[in-house]
């Protein structure tokens, strides 16, 4: 099946020479130049790589990958301007699974391209992206959680555990830090109750499906949501 890769950038002249050369590989290309126009589509589409460009229109492009790491396992590759190593290690922690710097060479990142799709055949996978019906949401008025069309009710503290968790997929949580996020009352609660809820918010989501366990635990520490490497393993 031929790969789907969008391309937001809002240069018309790089887009191009992408286009280009992805095409040439057999890639189909989307191409659309507005960070709000991309998280429109996104909702709507799929894809099996996303080239984002950070200076963008409507939407900046590390908000948009922020919002890609949190609804979808799509891929990204950052493409940008923006070369100091700050700015290549905020773009990697907000999601991004590579960082290609401008000026680039076309042949490199076609390259690059190959290669995760490359590592995606030898791993079984044919891609990385959840049809649109297939990516976790949360309805935070009635504390419920859908995924594939199949939906589970929350209790309260569950469903701001999972809230927080998957909000943050970088972070770790330790139990205390979760007991100030979903209770506002100063009680006085055991780490016992902590892992209580976290067992059974794990049995819901693989109830509905989320079976690759995507919440952690990271041993003497706590807790986090698995993030788009680890969830491969």
């Not at 191409?31 to 939407?59: F, H, R, V, Y």
């Not at 569950?158 to 139990?175: G, H, K, M, T």
């Not at 079976?211 to 698995?226: A, E, L, S």
Request: charged share 25%.
């Amino acid at each position: 099946m031929t790969k789907i890769i969008a391309i937001v950038e809002d240069e018309e002249k790089i887009a191009r020479i992408l286009i280009d050369y992805l095409e040439a590989e057999g890639y189909a290309l989307r191409w659309i130049a507005d960070g709000k126009q991309a998280s429109q589509w996104l909702a709507e589409n799929t894809c099996d790589l996303i080239l984002l460009d950070l200076m963008l229109p409507g939407k900046d492009g590390m908000t948009l990958c922020d919002e890609i790491r949190r609804l979808y396992q799509t891929p990204v590759f950052i493409i940008t301007a923006k070369a100091e190593e700050l700015d290549r290690i905020k773009g990697l922690e907000t999601g991004a699974y590579d960082y290609i710097c401008k000026p680039f060479s076309p042949r490199e990142v076609v390259a690059r391209v190959n290669a995760l799709f490359r590592l995606l055949a030898a791993q079984g996978l044919n891609t990385l992206t959840e049809q649109p019906a297939q990516r976790m949401q949360l309805e935070p008025h009635i504390h419920r959680v859908s995924y594939a069309g199949t939906s589970a009710d929350l209790t309260r503290a569950e469903y701001r555990l999972l809230e927080n968790i998957s909000a943050n997929p970088d972070s770790v949580f330790s139990r205390q830090a979760l007991v100030h996020l979903i209770y506002d009352d100063n009680r006085v609660i055991s780490d016992r109750t902590i892992d209580s809820h976290i067992k059974n918010l794990r049995k819901k989501l693989d109830n509905i499906g989320l079976r690759h366990n995507p919440i952690r635990t990271v041993h003497g520490v706590g807790y986090k949501w698995n993030s788009f490497e680890e969830t491969l393993e």
